[in-house]
């Protein structure tokens, strides 16, 4: 006779562990000292959670949820379509549930980090960074996490913004260490527009005032005159309660983009698979997503490829090695799906 397999094993003795519960109770009732069993009910995992570098963690739970864009999307929004056909089409995926952290990571949680590991990020191992020189980006030496303009900046007053100027290898290493990582571009997908499809945090219409974006302040020559988000450069996380996604994830449209574990490959979202899909296989690129304080959005025009983004939230955009934040994912304690 074949054994029964491990899960068969399994759901007999829950069973069996049951029969014997509610016979126990029967016995107990009639007994002169009662002992009372509560019912066992599914475990419901909590809303939030605190990962291991301290960072405020949220549940997205298991589900499909709308991916990608169509093309009535990008006429209605004024895109050009060539910019963005590889996110075309809209499609469903079907996740399982995960936790993601709240926020950007930040240059306390990052210094923590390199505190504990003694960490050199790439950008300080090479001694160099892209960073803002005025009107454009530039490999500026010096220009490292903790100098995130170069020689003569520091994080000194910074300590809640996103850090900057990790590579996506430096994100990985981060999130290995707080027991946690990248989430993959569908997760990160999900966690910013919920299940609805909807093309910002917050719903179809860009509002300048919900997020850190190119504003008035900010020094590019596509910057919006008419808005004023109150920074130049990064902004403190959370700190623009509009830039919210459904699920109660801050800055996903703004302040600085942020790395996933993909790869790109920009007809992937043409044939990627329906459930939990994690990226080609190999590749040259890594994905980046949402908008930063550079970014103009489409109220104001196109953003020039210097910046190496296009101005949505969802947009997939592909960048060289520096310059963004992470947010990372717990992927140890992922919750069974409820
Ligand atoms: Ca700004
Ligand atoms: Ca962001």
Not at 275 to 287: D, F, L, Y
């Amino acid at each position: 006779m074949t054994p029964p397999a491990a899960g068969s094993t399994l759901v007999i003795a829950l069973l069996l562990m049951w029969t014997q519960l509610t016979a126990a109770d029967t016995v107990a009732s009639t007994a002169s000292q009662t002992v009372e069993f509560a019912p066992q009910q599914p475990q419901t995992p909590p809303l939030t959670m605190v990962g291991n570098d301290g960072a405020a963690m949220l549940l997205v739970p298991a589900g499909e949820f709308i991916m990608g864009s169509d093309a009535d999307e990008i006429v209605r929004l004024a895109i050009k379509q060539e910019l963005v056909e590889d996110e075309i089409p809209r499609h469903r995926v079907y996740l399982d549930a995960f936790y993601i952290d709240q926020y950007e990571v930040t240059n306390a949680h990052f210094q923590q980090f390199v505190h504990a590991t003694g960490y050199r990020t790439q950008a300080e191992r090479e001694d160099w960074g892209w960073a803002d020189t005025g009107e454009e980006w530039g490999q500026v030496t010096g220009a490292t996490w903790r100098a995130p303009l170069g020689p003569g900046s520091s994080i000194a007053e910074l300590a809640q913004h996103p850090v900057v100027q990790v590579s996506q290898a430096d994100a990985k290493a981060y999130c290995a260490w707080a027991g946690k990582r990248l989430p993959t571009e569908a997760e990160w997908e999900k966690a910013a527009r919920g299940t609805d499809g909807r093309m910002y945090p917050w719903g179809d219409q860009f509002e300048g005032t919900r997020l850190n974006f190119c504003d008035a302040h900010c020094p590019r020559r596509w910057h919006d005159p008419t808005a004023n988000d109150g920074y130049r450069y990064t902004a403190p996380v959370g700190h623009y309660a509009g830039d919210q996604s459904p699920y109660g994830a801050y800055d996903m449209a703004g302040n600085v983009r942020e790395w996933v574990a993909d790869w790109y490959d920009e007809n992937y979202y043409k044939h990627s698979p329906p459930r939990n899909p994690s990226g080609p296989a190999a590749g040259e690129q890594a994905v980046l997503r949402g908008g930063g304080w550079c970014n103009q959005w489409c109220s104001v025009g196109r953003v020039p490829p210097a910046c190496g983004s296009i101005p949505e939230a969802y947009l997939r955009t592909v960048t060289g090695q520096y310059g963004a934040a992470s947010r990372a994912l717990m992927a140890s304690q992922r919750p069974s799906a409820p």
